[in-house]
């Protein structure tokens, strides 16, 4: 087990992962003297895969745990499903010293935290990921959000968990996509942050891919401190923390522009970096071979780094929505491995030039 802290002033956290916590989890919060229940807000497609042990491990803990299932994906993160767990709690007498617990991937995250922001002021809120994304990325740093048909993560909060915990375990449980999809992330932190995960992952994926928890429970904790340096940092997201977009501009653009029912988070995100490294090297920003440097890895990896976009003039429009446009379309783009600097000024007829090149329609 390995605990990593996330150090906010006033209100730090730890993040601890390891094979088989999810039984320790009650054991694990932090103090929580008043709370009587435990409100799990689950993803349906997680409640058989460890819900049971949870639930046990809380009532040890002398909480009383309530099943809130919610859609599996970005399909749970909308106001409708947003608005039912508010009328849920309501019915139920929920009170502001219970605890929501996040059981389930990113999306699952990002909808309990905003439910546990919101609700009576906020409730305190302790995030357990299922899926490799939630692990490594989602469920760490307080960004809370669900969607609008406009864009992706354009309703929430930032409201830091009180504690993760992340069981490395699970993550055998997930569809081989779904796992795939979550080292597009880690693939993120070793372009943009770590040169020595990316040469990690260059030089033998083979033990990432096959799940090992030996291999998997240092490397979560190596993506949860990167996370946790960033965060402290820059808990809002306008310095620093940035970098951690990196890829998520054309990512996001996709996944909205396909109606969150096309490319996972992470394939969307995959594309989005290598559009990233090919902006990057026209821009003269980046050194070259960065682009197929980042292809070979995804490719490594089983992600997918091409393949049919939407309208260039869509994408473009789109780009338009995203949460860093200021004043023009911001990306993240690297200089090189390890070296990520904020582009304002990206031209559109090359961005066009690019998504076209990358086959998107003109």
Do not use: W
């Not at 905003?114 to 490594?136: D, E, K």
């Amino acid at each position: 087990m390995v605990r990593v802290t996330v150090p906010i002033p006033g209100r730090p956290y730890d993040v601890v992962v390891g094979a088989g916590v999810l039984a320790r989890v009650g054991a694990l919060l932090p103090e929580l003297p008043k709370a009587a229940r435990a409100f799990v807000v689950a993803d349906r497609a997680v409640v058989d895969h460890g819900f049971g042990v949870l639930a046990g491990s809380l009532k040890e803990a002398g909480l009383d745990p309530v099943l809130l299932s919610v859609p599996s994906g970005e399909e749970a993160k909308s106001l409708q499903v947003y608005g039912t767990l508010l009328h849920q709690l309501a019915t139920q007498e929920a009170h502001r010293d219970d605890v929501v617990v996040a059981f389930g991937g990113g999306s699952t995250g990002d909808l309990a935290g905003f439910v546990a922001s919101t609700y009576m002021r906020g409730l305190p809120l302790v995030q357990v990921p299922t899926t490799l994304t939630g692990q490594v990325d989602a469920a760490i740093g307080g960004k809370t959000a669900v969607n609008l048909p406009e864009g992706k993560n354009l309703v929430g909060t930032f409201f830091q968990p009180r504690a993760v915990i992340a069981d490395v375990e699970l993550l055998a449980t997930l569809r081989d996509r779904d796992y795939r999809s979550g080292l597009a992330e880690v693939a993120k932190y070793g372009l943009a942050l770590d040169p020595g995960l990316l040469e990690q992952l260059e030089t033998d994926p083979a033990p990432v891919l096959a799940r090992d928890p030996a291999v998997l429970e240092p490397l979560v904790a190596r993506c949860a401190g990167l996370k946790a340096v960033a965060v402290v940092e820059d808990e809002r997201d306008t310095g620093a923390r940035l970098f951690l977009n990196y890829g998520h501009t054309l990512g996001h653009a996709l996944e909205r522009l396909e109606a969150f029912e096309g490319r996972s988070h992470g394939e969307a995100i995959a594309i989005g970096m290598v559009f990233a490294a090919r902006l990057a090297e026209s821009l003269g920003t980046a050194v070259s071979g960065l682009a197929t440097r980042t292809s070979r890895l995804l490719a490594s990896l089983g992600l997918e780094t091409d393949g049919s976009l939407p309208p260039v003039s869509d994408v473009l429009a789109a780009f338009r929505l995203d949460k860093k446009f200021h004043g023009g379309v911001r990306f993240v783009l690297l200089e090189d491995v390890g070296r990520p600097v904020i582009v304002d000024d990206a031209p559109a007829d090359l961005l066009a030039q690019i998504l076209a090149e990358m086959g998107a329609t003109r």
